[in-house]
Structures are given as structure tokens and as C-alpha cells.
């Protein structure tokens, strides 16, 4: 019998065009998250992790005593550590210049026989590229398998059981979260309310009055539902919240972590391969008509204390 193997297919490229003469507009795809996380402070990184690093912490208790003029040696030190493990990611793609022959950016292709791929597709294409791994970062910080709500969780976090949010049951969720935050944290500069944007949505919406909440129809500033403008700071009993878009794909949107930066460890090698993608024209090395698009990563989270944190979720 003919042994049958696995075979990994080169990528698809389908091209489905409407031509109309000169190409009028510039290529566009479809809208992604992005990393916004990372990119608006809400974790500390840690640069030049090669494989594994240690975050150390450090806890006391009991170290305050009545003075005396001898030393008296009290109170308990806890020293100890957690690994931050980083993984190898990459994206390999490979396009053949053909289907652009008969396209829109036929001419900067040149009219060698030897096509270069149009510069105005690639430089698009490596936008398209460097967007969706921004989308695949974001969710793979708050993901409910590894994140960092299960990491938090797994690690003791205080749990509020998640429920349906909607602009009319959000405040008396936020005031629950709230509740649960240890004293020790409260008015810490960093300490965020992170929130999904089902959330933050719904919190908008409850400020905008009519009825809800106690605010009447005038909502917030007496300016109804006209209040927000988008970059308006969001805040839910003086503690600054944060939309990270990951957090959407936890318990349908109905998601919210409650901690300090501090608390939240993003590891990778070079900040630098997260804009980088390099491309390879296969002519020269192998004559076809191939030119390959490459990136290369790596990624990885730990978190603090558990316990200094509040987890509204299903986890």
C-alpha cells in the first residue's frame, strides 16, 4: 500500500478583481485590533528574553515592632521567584507575482520578464502582515486558556462571577469589582481597570442618563448620550480604566481585570521583529516567480501576585 504523508500546501493567494480602467483607489482589507495593550502601557516588558527569565518577588510581614535598644531580629522575609517562559512564533507566506501580471499594478512590475512584485502591494501587504500579528498579540495577553486572567486566576486572584453586561447592570458589576480590590492597592498610580470594550461600551451608554443608573436623562454633565468623545478618559470610582481589545474574546465581552501594571509581565526578544517582516524575491535563488514574506518573533507572560488583582470572569 502507497504510504501517505502529511503535506503542508504553499499559501493560497486568490486574487478576485473588477477592473475599471485606471486602479483609482488603494488596496484594503479588513479591520483588525491591535496590540493596544502593549502599545498604551497596560504591561511591563521585559526586553532580550532569549528563552527563560526570572521575575523575582518579594513579600514581609510582621516587621514592625515597639523600639528597644537591642537589635531584635522579627518579621518574615518571602523571597522567591517566577519563570517567564518566551516562544517561538512565526509568519511564512509565499506569493507568486503572476496574478498581478493581468491586475492593477501591472506596470510597476516592469516590462522585464523577470517581475519585481508591485511595490504598492507589497508595502500594503507588509501593513496587512504586521496589523494581524498586532490582533494575534492582543488576544493571546487576555486569552481564557493562557492569559493573563487565568494566569492571575491560577495564582489566587479574587473571582467575581461574570454576568451579562449591559449599560444598565454595569455600574453595580464595576462597584462589585471595586469592592473586591485588596486595600493595599487602592490609589496605587498604577494600578488600571482593565475592560473589555463590550464593557467600556456599555459603561458609556450608562452615563448617558436617560434613567439608568441614577443619572436621570441628562446623563453625565448634563450632556446626555453626547457626553464621550473618543480619547475621553474613562474612570469608575477614581481608578483609570483600560479598553483592551483582548478581553472581548473572554465570556462573550463580559470581562474585566482589576491590577497594576507592575503586575503584568509581557516577555520578548527584540521589540524590533515586531515591526520587522523581511522579503525574499525566490528569483535569483531559485528561478520561480515566488516572493516570500517572513517573521519572527517571540512572546511570552508571567504575572506578579495573583492576589493583588481582581478577576471578573468565568475562569
Given at each position: ?43 511591563t516588558i521585559r526586553p532580550n528574553v532569549k528563552f527563560k527569565e526570572v521575575v523575582k518577588t518579594l513579600t514581609t510581614s510582621n516587621i ?252
Amino acid at each position: 500500500m502507497r504510504n501517505l504523508r502529511n503535506t503542508k500546501l504553499s499559501t493560497v493567494n486568490n486574487v478576485s478583481t473588477s477592473y475599471a480602467g485606471e486602479f483609482a483607489g488603494n488596496y484594503i482589507a479588513a479591520a483588525v485590533l491591535s496590540a493596544n495593550t502593549i502599545a498604551n502601557g497596560g504591561v511591563t516588558i521585559r526586553p532580550n528574553v532569549k528563552f527563560k527569565e526570572v521575575v523575582k518577588t518579594l513579600t514581609t510581614s510582621n516587621i514592625i515592632q515597639d523600639a528597644s535598644c537591642d537589635f531584635d531580629d522579627s518579621g518574615v522575609v518571602t523571597l522567591s521567584e517566577k519563570v517567564l517562559t518566551v516562544a517561538e512564533k512565526q509568519v511564512n507566506i509565499q506569493l507568486c507575482k503572476t496574478p498581478f501580471q493581468s491586475d492593477w499594478d501591472a506596470v510597476q512590475m516592469g516590462y522585464s520578464a523577470f517581475d519585481v512584485m508591485p511595490s504598492s502591494f507589497s508595502d500594503f501587504f507588509i501593513g496587512k502582515i504586521l496589523k494581524d500579528v498586532a490582533k494575534s498579540t492582543e488576544e493571546f495577553l487576555w486569552n481564557s486558556t493562557n492569559g493573563f486572567p487565568k494566569l492571575l486566576v491560577d495564582d489566587g486572584a479574587q473571582k467575581v462571577a461574570t454576568t451579562s453586561i449591559t449599560d444598565l447592570t454595569v455600574v453595580p458589576q464595576l462597584k462589585l469589582v471595586v469592592a473586591a480590590l485588596p486595600q493595599a492597592l487602592y490609589g496605587k498610580e498604577d494600578l488600571r481597570l482593565f475592560v473589555s470594550q463590550k464593557v467600556a461600551k456599555a459603561y458609556i451608554s450608562s452615563l448617558g442618563g436617560f434613567g439608568a443608573n441614577g443619572l436621570g436623562s441628562n446623563g453625565f454633565a448634563n450632556q446626555g448620550s453626547t457626553w464621550y468623545t473618543n480619547g475621553t478618559s474613562l474612570t469608575y470610582d477614581g481608578i483609570q480604566m483600560f479598553v483592551a481589545n483582548g478581553l472581548n474574546s473572554i465570556d462573550s465581552g463580559n470581562s474585566m481585570v482589576l491590577t497594576t501594571v507592575e503586575n503584568l509581565y509581557f516577555g520578548t526578544g527584540l521589540l524590533d521583529d515586531y515591526n520587522l517582516v523581511k522579503t525574499i524575491d525566490m528569483a535569483d535563488i531559485d528561478g520561480s516567480k515566488n516572493v516570500r514574506f517572513i517573521m519572527r518573533w517571540t512572546q511570552g507572560l508571567q504575572v506578579g501576585f495573583g492576589a493583588d488583582s481582581v478577576v471578573f470572569s468565568s475562569l
